[in-house]
């Protein structure tokens, strides 16, 4: 991404998607077949919240430098975490959403992101693939969901529920998919897209 323009386009709470070719991107992206507009597969795998220049909160299950390469190269992100916007660099699809919030409203969802962080929200493998078959064949809930454990756009629709926003009203908030935030409409909306085989502009939508 280019991290340079979206430092100057983006605010706190914002919401930034991103998509990759990898094989769980892939994955995630074909669960969502179902609420793309065309029917094809979604480009979108992953959603975190903008916090400032330098940091990002997702929900994720990865190894990321954290928070010195040259001390502690790795650590491995189980649920939601802080994590540095820098590592995200490399990402060559994204989409940033940004809402016509107050001050207020942004740090209230920022604040509610702390707050699921601070209880040891896990990241819920079984919960992801819960939800995949739920868009598969319309299930509103997740069978497969666990109590404390939230994938990444869920995690965003539990904190933005305190404006309260609600991305997908057919689906309970933790079976959010990524593909329906990336479709949110709301009055004064803005949104930019960032494709590396486009350029290395965002560009608005």
């Known amino acids: 991404m280019n991290l340079e323009q979206l430092r100057e386009l983006a605010k706190p709470a914002d919401i930034i998607l991103t998509g990759g070719d990898g094989w769980l991107s892939k994955l995630i992206g074909f669960g969502q077949r179902t609420q793309t507009i065309d029917g094809k597969l979604s480009r979108w795998s992953h959603v975190m919240l903008y916090i400032d220049k330098a940091a990002v909160v997702e929900s994720t299950m990865d190894f990321k430098p954290y928070p ?4 502690n190269p790795k650590r491995l992100d189980n649920g939601v975490q802080y994590n540095y916007l820098e590592n995200h660099k490399d990402i060559p699809l994204a989409m940033l959403i940004q809402f016509p919030f107050t001050d207020e409203q942004r740090i ?69 998919s990524p593909e329906l935030i990336s479709q949110a409409k709301y009055p004064d909306l803005k949104k930019w897209m960032f494709n590396k085989k486009e350029g290395n502009e965002w560009m608005p939508l």
Do not use: M
């Open 68 to 71: 010195n390469t040259s001390t």
């Open 108 to 176: 209230a969802i920022l604040n509610k992101a702390r707050e699921i962080y601070n209880r040891g929200t896990t990241y819920p493998i079984l919960g992801l693939i819960g939800s995949l078959l739920s868009y598969r064949f319309g299930w509103k809930s997740n069978p497969l969901q666990s109590k404390n454990s939230l994938y990444c756009s869920a995690f965003v629709q539990e904190a933005y529920s305190v404006i309260p926003i609600d991305f997908d009203p057919n689906h309970t908030a933790r079976n959010t």
